[in-house]
């Protein structure tokens, strides 16, 4: 049997090879990392400049202020999957309908072999890749848990909305945050 760490490596290098994710896309591929048996996996949007340079997801304001609320519910980046539905720099634009629908097809591989708990979908992006059939939007159903085929979700805002508004930081993403740790 194959171990999960060796099933990861094997999408991330799919994903470094994806000719279709690489489409008008820049930068390193960026799969995604933390713990492969995480009970909690954080879905994002698509990397942005600083993560393209590393190949390392929410390393940027984002990631700092997502790094930030875990430690305020006692959790560390290294205990969770980080990871989003685009593996690739779009640019200064959001990703494309086309874009979130073809990264969808490794993001599932992923969820497939770390089997989290919860999967926690930050913003329109994640929630678009992963309840595409549905009606449910980031910022009106924020707090919400949604489980669909075996799987439960739940949605919040994206930190990058939290650095722009201090209203969602300073009450709404928070509140969220305290939430969820009560579910887990």
């Known amino acids: 049997m194959i ?3 060796k099933e990861l490596k094997k999408i991330a290098v799919n994903i470094a090879s994806c ?3 690489q489409q008008g896309m820049s930068g390193l591929p960026v799969p995604g990392e933390g713990a492969v048996n995480a009970k909690l996996m954080f879905i994002g949007e698509a990397p ?3 993560e393209s340079k590393t190949g390392r997801p929410f390393i940027g304001r984002s990631g ?3 790094t930030q609320i875990l430690a305020e519910i ?3 980046r290294e205990e969770v999957f980080i990871t989003s539905p685009v593996k690739y720099f779009p640019g200064r634009r959001a990703p494309t309908s086309q874009e979130i629908d073809h990264g969808r097809t490794h993001l599932l591989a992923q969820i497939k072999v770390i089997q989290p708990k919860f ?3 930050m913003g329109t992006t994640a929630v678009k890749a992963l309840l595409p059939d549905e009606t449910f939007h980031a910022v009106k159903d924020h707090g919400r848990v949604v489980t669909q085929s075996g799987q439960t979700y739940f949605l919040t805002f994206h930190p990058a909305a939290a650095l ?5 930081w300073g009450g709404l993403m928070r509140a969220d ?8």
Do not use: D, H
Request: proline residues 3%; positive net charge; glycine residues 6%.
């Open 64 to 66: 700092k202020l997502l």
């Open 3 to 5: 171990s999960k760490e």
């Open 119 to 121: 999967i926690v979908l």
């Open 19 to 21: 000719r279709l994710c």
């Open 164 to 168: 722009r508004s201090p209203k969602i």
């Open 74 to 76: 006692g959790l560390k």
């Open 48 to 50: 942005g400049v600083e």
């Open 177 to 184: 945050f305290k939430k969820l740790l009560k579910l887990l």
